[in-house]
T-cell receptor, first 113, second 114 residues
Framework: GNSVTQMEGPVTLSEEAFLTINCTYT??????LFWYVQYPGEGLQLLLK?????DKGSNKGFEATYRKETTSFHLEKGSVQVSDSAVYFC????????????FGKGTRLHILP | DAGVIQSPRHEVTEMGQEVTLRCKPI?????LFWYRQTMMRGLELLIY????????DSGMPEDRFSAKMPNASFSTLKIQPSEPRDSAVYFC????????????FGPGTRLTVL
C-alpha cells in the first residue's frame, strides 16, 4: 500500500540556517504530495502541495519539488526563522485509487535565536 | 470565516465515563474528518464523512468509538466507555472535495482519561 517516510526529529537549527526535511513515498499510482505544518497548540495547516511530477510547491519561503525518479518530496527553506519552529508533516493522496490522505509521522523543528 | 470549531478544547475524565467531542466544520465544505494524534502512533484518520454520510470508518479503533454527523454544520465523536489509552489530541478537519481539497483543521481537543 501507499506510505510516507520522513526523517525523524527533532531537528534543531540556528536562525538563518538552511533547512531540509526529507520525505520519501511509496505509491502504486500517481499521487499528489503535500506538506502540512502544525504550530504549537494548533491543528495542521497546509503549507504547500504538488500534484504531478516535477511540480514545485512553494509558500512562505518553503519549497518542495515532486521527484518521481527518486520518489521524494523534500522540504527546503533557505533561511529559517524562530517562527518556523513547528512540526512538519509530509503527506500523499492517490486520487486514482480513491485513497485516503496518508500522513508521515511528523518532524519537529526547533529554531534557536 | 471562523474556521473549524471544536469543543471542548480540553477534557479530563475518569475511566469508564462517556466522552463527547464536538465539531463545527467550515460552511460549504462537504467533507469532514476525525483524526487522533498521539506521540506513539502519530496522526491517525478515524472516520470521514461526505455530505453528512460516513464513507470510511476503518480507522475507528473499536466499538467504543462512534461518530455522527446529523447535519452539514455539526459532528460528534463519542467514546463510551473511555479508557486511559484513549488519551490523545482529537482533531476535526473539513474540506471542499477530497482528497485534493485542502483540509482545514480545528485546534483539537486534548483528552485525558484517568
Amino acid at each position: 500500500g501507499n506510505s510516507v517516510t520522513q526523517m525523524e526529529g527533532p531537528v534543531t537549527l540556528s536562525e538563518e540556517a538552511f533547512l531540509t526535511i526529507n520525505c520519501t513515498y511509496t505509491a502504486t499510482g500517481y499521487p499528489s504530495l503535500f506538506w502540512y505544518v502544525q504550530y504549537p497548540g494548533e491543528g495542521l495547516q497546509l503549507l504547500l502541495k504538488a500534484t504531478k511530477a516535477d511540480d514545485k510547491g512553494s509558500n512562505k519561503g518553503f519549497e518542495a519539488t515532486y521527484r518521481k525518479e527518486t520518489t521524494s518530496f523534500h522540504l527546503e527553506k533557505g533561511s529559517v526563522q524562530v517562527s518556523d519552529s513547528a512540526v512538519y508533516f509530509c503527506a500523499l493522496s492517490d486520487q486514482d485509487r480513491d485513497d485516503k490522505i496518508i500522513f508521515g509521522k511528523g518532524t519537529r523543528l526547533h529554531i534557536l535565536p | 470565516d471562523a474556521g473549524v470549531i471544536q469543543s471542548p478544547r480540553h477534557e479530563v475524565t475518569e475511566m469508564g465515563q462517556e466522552v463527547t467531542l464536538r465539531c463545527k466544520p467550515i460552511s460549504g465544505h462537504d467533507y469532514l474528518f476525525w483524526y487522533r494524534q498521539t506521540m506513539m502512533r502519530g496522526l491517525e484518520l478515524l472516520i470521514y464523512f461526505n455530505n453528512n454520510v460516513p464513507i470510511d470508518d476503518s480507522g475507528m479503533p473499536e466499538d467504543r468509538f462512534s461518530a455522527k454527523m446529523p447535519n452539514a454544520s455539526f459532528s460528534t465523536l463519542k467514546i463510551q466507555p473511555s479508557e486511559p489509552r484513549d488519551s490523545a489530541v482529537y482533531f476535526c478537519a473539513s474540506s471542499r472535495g477530497y482528497p485534493l481539497g485542502t483540509q482545514y483543521f480545528g485546534p483539537g481537543t486534548r483528552l485525558t482519561v484517568l
